[in-house]
């Protein structure tokens, strides 16, 4: 049940690997936090229509299913262990990882029917397992799930893989990954079509913005007007090129929206075409 708050409350993890980063997608989307302390389950911000909910990941599809929150940042893998009933309205770039079955060197999947299997992640792992139409038994434990094996208490894990740097130091190798999973903003479905629709929808372009932001760079070039055919045929951009024209006759500078990962490649192509006097600029956020 929603309450009829004065502020839309968005809830965030208080701690883990989601924490920073979460605090980092909201201030590049413009939402400065003014007070946060470890210990502390509220916060104000810079908008005072957004009040911050600091509580564990795993809580957060539940209590915004439940209307405690308005919407969140948590894990995907986390809305579907949770089985719970949210909008998820963006998926962001950081948080990566997946969720592995993972046992000793050498055992098999068919090996396991009738076995032990150790997780954080039970409804997953009984979905998993279920439509391989196998039996096992789950023992969940609340973290270390890769210690098990090794102590006889399971024959293998479904536990969150980033690398396999863990499972490698502990002697466990991947089965077979279950999901791919990383952060997104989940919405409470009455929220996103109620009183906080305006200003969810303003936090969800915020985040495409900022996370388009980081995938830009903003190039600012001069070139003579015989060079300027040359330019724009190397010159990548999100639509077309802004070119202005200086005091010094046949001279015009050259600006545009260029992808981060090709920068270096395209400066080059464009110094060869003529350009020069390149500027390479960071973007906090590109709107469409």
Request: one cysteine or more; charged letters at 25%; proline letters at 3%.
């Amino acid at each position: 049940m929603l309450l009829d708050r004065k502020a839309m409350r968005l809830a965030v993890p208080n701690k883990g690997r989601l924490a920073s980063a979460s605090l980092n997608v909201l201030e590049k989307a413009g939402v400065k936090i003014l007070d946060h302390g470890e210990r502390k389950l509220f916060g104000s911000t810079s908008d005072p229509n957004i009040q911050l909910l600091f509580v564990r990941a795993e809580d957060i599809p539940r209590y915004v299913e439940m209307g405690a929150a308005d919407c969140g940042i948590t894990g995907s893998d986390l809305v579907v262990e949770k089985n719970a009933d949210v909008r998820i309205l963006n998926r962001f770039k950081f948080g990566y990882c997946k969720v592995s079955l993972a046992a000793k060197p050498g055992v098999k999947l068919g090996e396991l029917k009738g076995k032990v299997i150790a997780t954080g992640m039970p409804n997953i792992t009984r979905k998993f397992f279920k439509e391989k139409k196998m039996e096992v038994d789950i023992l969940q434990v609340a973290g270390a799930a890769e210690i098990t094996p090794h102590l006889g208490l399971a024959a293998a894990i479904v536990d969150h893989v980033s690398t396999g740097t863990t499972l490698a130091m502990n002697g466990l190798e991947v089965i077979e990954d279950i999901l791919e999973s990383t952060a997104c903003f989940v919405g409470n479905k009455q929220s996103v079509e109620g009183k906080w629709k305006d200003a969810i929808q303003a936090l969800v372009m915020a985040f495409d913005g900022a996370v388009l932001g980081e995938e830009k760079k903003y190039l600012m070039m001069n070139a003579n007007e015989k060079d300027l055919q040359k330019v724009f045929a190397v010159l990548p951009s999100m639509d077309s090129p802004t070119v202005l024209e200086l005091a010094k006759k046949g001279e015009f500078a050259v600006h545009s929206v260029v992808d981060k990962k090709s920068i270096s490649e395209t400066i080059h192509k464009l110094k060869k075409a003529g350009a020069r006097d390149i500027l390479v600029l960071n973007m906090e956020r590109v709107i469409k």
